[in-house]
């Protein structure tokens, strides 16, 4: 394979400018939504109103009677046992009993379980029929507290304790016992989830005379939700076939299997109609994979300079009524990414997950991730302030060097092999960060209080994985007009890979990029994909595009030199035409006219990437009010190689405000009833692109992964990753002469003024 490196091309490491944004823009891309078909019809789901309760009735003939409405479907009409959503990631043998039917079979554990779906001529119908079935409820007592015991949310479980482990390396107790300086604190993170412009939605058609099924809607891992619908619904995976179109955002929420990715096809092919389902806001709100919602107890052990000897941690993981297909991941890696980028050679992490009255939990954007910097740093701070260091220099002398690179950090989840931190140069991201927001002249600035507003200063380093295995495929077909479509196995869900794919197929081909159309995650390209997560697509699909292209170069060059009479060494690709040294020359339309060219790539590789970097931020708070302002913010980090950094820029950008919304808007709140308080845009806060102006991202390309020919690193969750540990600091800077410590998210200004007003209340007491 000729490396990215050697190629002829200008395209890759260029801002170029994204492909899929001109059907954007102009309003021609497509949608869920947007499709129709002949006889047509929608479905709405009837959610359960209650957190915790046995049904002992469901009478649909009212809604059955009016006009319109075709069909109720409940868990009876399946015929048999009712399919559990399967585990695609974290399968431990552990959460099997806690997995979720597609459909309330007897028991509901949450608000917005689905209980009945409902079949009529327009959504209006539909949703007007909810009204009219009668469920008749033995309303039961909720869990909503994590780690309640008083009762189990199920007959088959003794508690709601449905995972315990702890894992580590080195000598945790004799770490800890040698130690100069021990501290324990408790953090938490609120629950939250990704709130992606465009709702889930499906359309699925059933073909009763060829016995095929096609449910287009489908992203982030179609072959996998592909093999799990074959099974459950009966069918051979080759008839059933899942279409990727646009997807207004996913964030890790979007495209996991959920019930409706079931309920939808099961009735298409149950009327012999296509049904389409759209979710509204609400219901995304209240059924969508929750996140987060994680407490820490986390204890370290210095010496007195500082030098960190051990770290304990115990992760408490609200996992909400079930386990879906990857919730097991949140908690998993909020404790393996607890050491974070330091030197640290004695870790004990313990994770407890819990069974509540809420909906389930799944991965969002930096799962584990944004919970663990935060946890970290702020004790890491903490622990600066009672060892009289400065918060710069405690990191300095505990960021792994790049001589100890790869550093194993084996032995902190228990579903996966070993692996090490890779390529990198932490105190270089470090540094520059420092650079980026001036700390040297604004130091002296820490918790002063100018103009009625106290300043504050903060810092957050992280490690971040990617470009998880197994592998990825691509096919690469030049058309006969002289075109090229790469088609691949990883989805699209607004992060630009169209214009990366593209850009990595130009420059290995030599062909306009103008002349290369990008088609992504549908069933129906390859035989077999592995989809878009862990910021994956990149490393790997990226990978398998450039091995097809590598590969359809040589058959290229191979038929014009047939064509030309001319060796292939002789022969180059340009503007749209093979040339050979003396001059003659043949177009690739003409090369494609005479038989399909075409190549097959595939990247194999379970090796993960390690990007890395810093997050400072500059805030102030106004202690009458609670309010806290963002001066400036930066984020350093190092990618490996940025194919396009104008998207790299944009998805750092994003993701930072993004993180800023989970530390001081974003949350989910639910009473002591298991009743979800805020299942609107209304009460549910999310920044927008003018609350938080003054956000910097700096990629850098210092250190390459090795571990695939592009030298990439996944890109697209380093910029949330820290924002909480940075900005939680800068606020506990800010109001440290107030005698504030900060904990707890979200920084509400509620929040923040009790916390001002009760460390006063402290200190007048004292006084």
């Known amino acids: 394979m000729r490396p990215l490196d050697k190629l002829s091309g200008l395209l890759v490491g260029q801002p170029v400018e994204r492909m899929e944004d001109a059907r954007f823009l102009s309003g021609t891309g497509v949608f869920v939504d947007d499709l129709d078909r002949a006889g047509m019809v929608h479905a709405a789901i009837l959610r359960s109103p209650v957190a915790h309760a046995r049904i002992r009735g469901i009478d649909a003939s009212a809604a059955l009677a009016m006009p319109g409405v075709h069909a109720v479907l409940i868990a009876a009409d399946l015929g048999g046992d009712v399919p559990l959503i399967p585990l695609r990631l974290a399968p431990l043998p552990e959460f099997e009993p806690f997995r979720q039917p597609v459909i309330a079979d007897g028991t509901v554990r949450y608000v917005g379980e689905p ?7 327009s959504r209006a119908s539909a949703e007007d029929a909810l009204e009219a079935i009668e469920v008749e409820f033995e309303v039961l007592s909720p869990v909503t507290l994590r780690g309640a015991t008083e009762h189990a949310l199920f007959d088959a479980a003794a508690d709601n304790v449905a995972l315990r482990y702890t894992a580590g390396f080195g000598e945790i107790d004799a770490a800890f016992a040698g130690a100069d300086y021990v501290r324990t604190e408790r953090f938490s993170v609120q629950r939250h989830t990704a709130l992606p412009m465009e709702t889930r939605g499906l359309l699925a058609e059933w073909n009763a005379a060829t016995s095929r099924l096609v449910v287009t809607g489908a992203t982030k891992v179609t072959f996998y939700n592909r093999r799990a619908l074959a099974e459950m619904m009966g069918l051979r995976q080759e008839d059933i076939d899942l279409i990727e179109v646009d997807v207004g955002g996913g964030f890790g929420v979007r495209g996991e299997f959920y019930p409706e990715d079931f309920l939808i096809p099961f ?14 806001r609400r219901e995304h709100l209240m059924a969508i994979n929750h996140s987060r919602d994680i407490a ?8 007195r300079d500082g030098t960190m000897l051990g770290l304990r941690g115990t992760v408490f993981s609200d996992m909400g009524a079930y386990i879906r297909t990857n919730g097991g991941v949140v908690p998993a890696k909020a404790a393996q990414f607890l050491p974070g980028p330091y030197r640290i050679p004695n870790v004990s992490v313990s994770v407890e997950a819990f069974m509540t009255s809420k909906t389930p939990v799944g991965t969002y954007r930096g799962p584990g991730r944004f919970e663990a910097n935060f946890f970290r740093e702020r004790l890491i701070d903490m622990a600066a302030a009672d060892l009289g260091l400065d918060v710069v220099e405690i990191r300095r002398i505990n960021l792994i060097t790049e001589a100890e690179l790869p550093y194993p950090i084996n032995g902190l989840v228990p579903y996966e092999g070993p692996t090490s931190y890779d390529t990198g140069d932490y105190l270089e991201t ?17 918790g002063r209080l100018i ?3 106290r300043h504050g200063l903060g810092l957050g380093c992280f490690v971040e994985s990617g470009g998880a295995g197994p592998k990825e495929n691509a096919a690469l077909t030049l058309e006969r007009d002289g075109s090229l479509t790469v088609a691949v196995g990883s989805s699209v869900l607004g992060q630009g890979l169209e214009t990366v794919l593209g850009q990595i197929a130009a420059d290995t081909l030599t062909i306009p990029f103008e002349r290369i159309r990008v088609l992504h995650g549908s069933t129906t390209l390859l035989d077999e994909g592995f989809g878009t997560y862990h910021s994956r697509a990149v490393v790997m699909g990226g990978s398998a595009v450039l091995d097809a292209a590598n590969k359809l170069r040589e058959k290229i060059l191979q038929r014009a030199a047939e064509h030309l009479g001319r060796p292939n060494v002789e022969l180059t690709i340009a503007n749209e035409h093979v040339v050979a040294a003396n001059g003659t020359a043949v177009s690739l339309a003409e090369l494609a006219s005479q038989a399909v060219l075409s190549a097959d790539g595939t990247f194999a590789n379970t090796t993960r990437t390690y990007s890395y970097g810093t997050h400072a931020a500059h805030v102030t708070v106004d202690p009458r009010t609670g309010r806290v302002e963002i001066l400036d913010y930066i984020a350093v980090e190092d990618v490996g190689r940025a194919i396009n950094p104008a998207i790299v820029h944009g998805q750092a950008i994003g993701a930072i405000v993004q993180g800023l919304g989970g530390v001081f808007l974003d949350h989910l709140i639910y009473d002591d009833q298991g009743q979800l308080l805020n299942a609107s845009l209304a009460d549910y806060l999310v920044p927008t692109a003018s609350d938080y102006p003054m956000v910097r991202a700096v990629t850098l390309e210092l250190r390459p992964s090795l571990t695939n020919p592009l030298g990439a690193k996944g890109a697209g969750e380093g910029g ?4 909480a540990a940075a900005t939680a600091n800068a606020v506990a800077a800010a109001l440290a002469p107030l005698g504030v410590g900060i904990h707890d998210l979200p920084l509400t200004p509620p929040r923040l003024w009790r916390l001002i007003q009760d460390a006063r209340t402290r200190a007048s007491w004292a006084a």
């Open 267 to 280: 009735v298409a092919r149950k009327l012999a109609r296509p049904v389409k389902w759209i979710e509204d």
């Open 296 to 303: 820490c107890e986390l204890s370290i052990a210095c010496r």
């Open 430 to 446: 470090f540094e520059r960060t420092l650079a980026e927001i001036g700390w040297a002249g604004k130091r002296h600035l820490q």
């Open 720 to 723: 949330i990753v820290a924002v």
């Open 115 to 121: 209980i009945a779906v409902v079949i009529a001529d």
């Open 451 to 453: 103009d009625g507003v």
